[in-house]
């Protein structure tokens, strides 16, 4: 036949061979991000999970998620961090959920040479971390970071969490709810509950309840870890004790803020626990009228300033920066709705003097100066 009708043969052969490429491309494109991830991992015998500095509930579900896949996997996973976790919330999400987070202040202090990256795309915030080339990076902020062997950075999704999410769903995990076990379901790989609950906490602190940023994708995640979620823990989560500290910073902000059109700028004096600042700037930013504001405070000799914008006209980095950049020792920045900075003493080097701090009426007067464009 071969010999009467070459036409066919080769016809044949063509036919095969796109069938052939027809078929890997086919496999090639079912090979989903969660599974290649989870091939990753499979082949570790350890890795650390590494989650940028003073980390959110985001980073830290988006953690527990890889770490939970991996331990599935029978890697052992390590979670770890620089800077610290301080604001109630951030304790809260750790203290209910039990997790075991790692600090770190230096690049020998990485629990394994295979590094997942979640929720920053570049290592930063501990010695020696120029230095590190993470295995993979899970991500969805801007930014040129990648992975050695994965890089999966989506900027349109409202959270890392829901990454992690779909990787769970991509590898057919399965949600236990808080009142079953793992074992009563009949799959190989699980969502267990705490898993869940920190998934969705981190999908919802991210978008502001789905209200900002949220694309389709963290919904379908949200629902997908709704089954495992223990409403209970979310709300201990959700609603912890607020410090009477944080609660008085916020009343001194609110009571002596002063006002220049639509800016608002409080010095809130001494502070034990700096991380009133940033939360009394949230709460000042949500008063009628105002537009930008900045909340300034000291501790232990080094003024603390953070701002926050919802006007188009000031970009808060911008403003706190170009005030700071003038001042000996200050330093500060930020995106335009979000910025902060510090100023720490300047101290005389034959300690003769006493340490000397900076002008804080000045620097009100510097702030408003910035926030009106005249910098
Ligand atoms: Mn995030």
Do not use: C
């Not at 999908?203 to 940023?213: E, S």
């Amino acid at each position: 036949m071969a010999r009467e009708s070459p036409e066919f043969v080769v016809a044949a052969a063509v036919v095969a061979i796109v069938a052939i490429v027809g078929a890997y491309v086919l496999f090639r494109v079912r090979r989903t991000p969660g599974v290649k991830f989870h091939r990753l991992l499979a082949e570790r015998d350890e890795i650390a999970v590494l989650m940028h500095p003073n980390p959110d509930p985001d980073a830290m579900s988006a953690a527990l998620g890889v770490a939970s896949l991996a331990e599935q996997l029978d890697v052992d996973a390590t979670v770890q961090y620089p800077g610290q976790i301080r604001h109630q919330e951030n304790r809260a999400f750790r203290t209910v959920l039990d997790l075991e987070l790692d600090p770190i202040e230096h690049v020998s202090d990485l629990a394994a040479e295979s590094i997942v990256l979640v929720d920053h795309n570049e290592p930063r915030g501990f010695a020696g971390a120029d230095g590190v080339l993470p295995l993979a990076v899970v991500d969805h902020h801007p930014g040129d970071g990648a992975g050695e062997a994965f890089t999966d950075v989506r900027t349109d999704y409202g959270a890392t969490a829901s990454v992690v999410a779909e990787y769970f769903q991509q590898n057919d995990a399965t949600p236990v709810p808080p009142d079953k076990h793992a074992s009563e379901t009949d799959s190989d790989l699980t969502l267990p509950t705490d898993t869940a609950t920190g998934l969705l906490y981190g999908i919802l602190t991210d978008t502001k309840h789905l209200t900002v940023g949220a694309s389709e994708s963290d919904f379908a995640a949200a629902a997908y870890v709704y089954p495992g979620v223990d409403q209970d823990r979310l709300d201990r989560i959700a609603n912890p004790a607020v410090d009477a500290e944080v609660l008085e910073v916020k009343a001194r902000a609110i009571a002596g803020r002063q006002i220049e059109g639509s800016f608002a700028v409080a010095d809130v004096g001494g502070v034990n626990n700096v991380d009133a600042i940033p939360q009394a700037a949230d709460e000042l930013i949500q008063l009628e009228g105002v537009s930008a504001v900045v909340v300034i405070g000291e501790r232990d000799g080094t003024v603390h300033l953070s701002g926050r914008s919802r006007d188009d006209r000031v970009h808060m980095g911008n403003a706190i920066g170009s005030v700071l950049s003038d001042l000996d020792n200050g330093n500060g920045g930020g995106h335009s709705r979000m910025g902060g900075g510090t100023v720490a003493p300047t101290i005389d080097p034959a300690g003769d003097e006493e340490p000397e701090t900076v002008d804080r009426d000045a620097l009100t007067d510097d702030l408003f100066r910035a926030l009106a464009g005249d910098v």
